[in-house]
């Protein structure tokens, strides 16, 4: 379920449902301390996705892999997604 605020910021950002769905199947969740969960992709769930789907179609859409989204913690809605350019803080 996303909120009519995260579609809209997903389609300005350029950021695919498919890289969307990754994100929910792949991408490691972090509780920021204020109510959301924010997920991203690291490492290894990058690896994962090399391992079922193949290098070569992870390298294909290699350059949307920078991308978030941000849900809420209480009833799991997506409120928002966008593009990482910095390092995400850990407390």
Do not use: W
Request: aromatic share 8%.
């Amino acid at each position: 379920m996303q909120t009519r605020h995260a579609q809209i910021r997903a389609q300005q950002r350029g950021i695919p449902p498919f890289i969307d769905q990754l994100l929910d199947q792949y991408g490691h969740e972090e509780y920021d301390g204020r109510g959301c969960v924010v997920m991203y992709f690291d490492k290894n769930s990058i690896r994962k996705m090399e391992h079922d789907m193949g290098k070569g179609i992870v390298r294909r859409f290699a350059n949307l892999l920078c991308a978030y989204k941000i849900r809420s913690s209480v009833d799991g809605c997506t409120l928002t997604t966008g593009h990482r350019y910095k390092r995400i803080r850990r407390k």
